[in-house]
């Protein structure tokens, strides 16, 4: 059975058949989804929103079957994590066509009939100990598939190759830190009475030790190489979101999300369908109490359509233009542009660049997408002159409220050195020019606009400390940072 991200309680668990309903004035339900027999497929399972996903959790907990998730995300995308859990085996097809990726479906049955000893589970559950796994369906995973595995050998019992080999499918994926070594138990000695009893005990059990370093070897071989950049990927998407635009709940547009009874108000679009549905099984005693024939539709039958919009996010740059070193930070700034341009294909951001300088301030990068058209405004940027910082924040501010009107996130990355010297009038004056600016920063907070302060001078400056917390922004001192650098530090910082 194939799902999708979008699907609706009513396609997964089923609902009112409306047509059969009407006709035969009974209730007449229709089978979910999840009611048919069969493997599950879930595509684009990188989209998954958290509510299907616990719906799939909840299934899978309370009805053993197979679930294959499609994961064709980035870096910035990935599965649920309560999910994943629930998936036994992990299949990386990034080099394999797409003709290849078919395989023979093979049935192993009875599976369970397979009996294993308690120092295999015992050795299961120590691998998994030392590759930092603390979930106990790893383990069950791990021995259900050492079951199948000597079943499709034509095995009675779990052998060393079955152990290592289920090891390896269920638990290399799930790693969490790099195997070293054996772990070992410290036990008491044994009285001297019971020294003889354990004396037999190894010797009948010794053909039931598994050499755990074998396990372990298996494992770390699979164990990629950037296991902690990984890891520390996914903490940050947990703790912090994906840095994508604001996710918004209204009744015009966006993914469709399960309709709600309401009141037609404030611009609210009835759900016809569901508005029909929870109306349909009183018909027949309403017709009893009216007298008359027809179609009885009440005000708590009214069902409002509802949708989650997902906002673009859009990224506006204002660039410190003036003196010598203008040109090495618009260089910078272009690159970091560029790069962050590339990204923005996949988690459609807009950019935008306004450079300060002189007496003003000049959009010079409209909000835009398009790499090519970024690369031409980019191709000559002016510099020199003094330093407008107020300037440069009201032009980001207006732009930032510009880009809010129409749906979008937006989010300030101010690149400077912090020696303001030109007040808003367009004179020369340090002082004004540092009171204009911190005014400027007040307004940007009060249109609750996020914002980044980019410390591009040669040592940190107390005055953008300062602005950095009026405006409640994080600072970055990043002295003669470079595209990639600067790329870096605004994604994580905007993905807060």
Request: charge should be neutral; glycine fraction near 8%.
């Amino acid at each position: 059975m194939r799902l999708h991200p979008s699907l609706s309680d009513e396609a997964l668990y089923g609902g009112f058949d409306l047509t059969a309903t009407l006709a035969t004035g009974r209730v007449t339900r229709r089978t979910g989804l999840l009611a048919r027999a069969g493997p599950l497929l879930l595509t684009m399972a990188e989209r998954c929103p958290v509510s299907l996903a616990a719906r799939l959790c909840l299934h899978l907990d309370a009805t053993p079957r197979v679930l294959i998730a499609l994961d064709e995300g980035t870096e910035d995308e990935s599965l649920p994590v309560n999910l994943m859990e629930r998936l036994a085996f992990f299949v990386d097809l990034t080099d394999v066509p797409m003709g290849a990726a078919a395989g023979e479906r093979i049935v192993v049955p009875h599976a369970f009939r397979v009996g294993a000893t308690p120092a295999q589970t015992a050795q299961i559950t120590s691998v998994a100990m030392a590759c930092g796994i603390d979930s106990a369906r790893a383990t069950l995973f791990a021995l259900r598939a050492a079951r199948a595995h000597a079943v499709l050998m034509g095995r009675d019992t779990v052998s060393d190759d079955d152990l290592s080999i289920a090891c390896s499918m269920t638990l290399s994926h799930r790693a969490t830190q790099i195997p070293e070594s054996s772990p070992t138990e410290d036990k008491l000695p044994p009285a001297p009475d019971q020294q003889q009893g354990e004396a037999e005990a190894e010797t009948e059990d010794s053909a039931d030790d598994i050499p755990q370093d074998m396990m372990l070897d298996a494992i770390r071989a699979l164990i990629p190489d950037d296991l902690l950049a990984r890891l520390a990927a996914q903490k940050a998407r947990a703790g912090r979101g994906d840095g994508t635009g604001a996710a918004r709940q209204g009744n015009r547009r966006g993914r469709p999300l399960p309709s709600r009874p309401g009141r037609l108000q404030d611009g609210g679009r009835i759900d016809v369908v569901a508005t029909l549905r929870a109306a349909a099984p009183w018909q027949t005693i309403r017709r009893q109490e009216s007298g008359r024939a027809g179609l009885h539709i009440r005000s708590s039958d009214i069902h409002i359509k509802r949708y989650a919009e997902q906002a673009d996010r859009l990224l506006i740059f204002a660039v410190d233009a003036s003196g010598s070193s203008a040109l090495a930070r618009l260089a910078e700034a272009k690159g970091a542009v560029e790069m962050l341009l590339v990204q923005a294909y996949v988690r459609r951001d807009h950019v935008a660049l306004i450079a300060f300088r002189g007496t003003g301030a000049e959009v010079l990068l409209p909000p835009t997408r398009s790499l090519v058209q970024t690369k031409r405004r980019l191709a000559a940027l002016p510099g020199g002159g003094g330093t407008p910082l107020a300037a440069g924040l009201d032009a980001a501010l207006t732009l930032g409220i510009q880009a809010a009107r129409r749906g979008m996130t937006p989010t300030i990355c101010i690149l400077t050195d912090g020696r303001a010297n030109i007040d808003r009038k367009g004179c020369a004056d340090r002082l004004q020019a540092a009171t204009d600016g911190q005014t400027a920063a007040r307004q940007i907070r009060a249109a609750n606009l996020d914002a980044i302060v980019i410390d591009t001078g040669n040592r940190p400056s107390d005055a953008l400390r300062q602005l950095a917390q009026t405006l409640a922004a994080p600072y970055l001192a990043m002295p003669r940072a470079d595209a990639t650098r600067l790329s870096t530090a605004v994604s994580a910082a905007v993905a807060n």
